[in-house]
Nanobody
């Protein structure tokens, strides 16, 4: 079982920056992909960014050039540096991690952290 704990959300003005962190703890390792989805109020949950165990990355088009995902495998932690934030980035951000369990891969989710971009 893997437990994910998110931190770093908050209120920021347009153009500002935030850095999210998600730490994984548990007995099911290694962790494959990690990253974040986000869910604006009243809308569906969509992928923001993902990073594999070998540091290959994937970003939503809406955040390319502004967000950077990274991970520290020794600390089992993934980070999302968010720069040039826009009001449309406002959402609850949910961390995820994929980890094998027997012959299949399970996806684990963090509790979510609120990011609000407003002047």
């Amino acid at each position: 079982q893997v437990q994910l704990v998110e931190s770093g959300g908050g209120l920021v003005q347009p153009g500002g920056s935030l850095r999210l962190a998600c730490a994984a703890a548990g007995s099911v390792f290694p962790i494959y992909d990690m990253g974040w989805y986000r869910q604006p109020l009243g809308k569906q949950r969509d992928l923001v960014a993902a990073i594999t165990r070998f540091i290959s990355t994937n970003y939503a088009d809406s955040v390319k050039g502004r967000f950077t995902i990274s991970r520290d495998n020794a600390k089992n932690t993934v980070y999302l540096q968010m720069n040039s934030l826009k009001p449309e980035d406002t959402a609850v951000y949910y961390c995820f991690a994929d980890s094998p369990s027997g012959t299949y891969v399970s996806r684990y989710w963090g509790q979510g952290t609120q990011v609000t971009v407003s002047s």
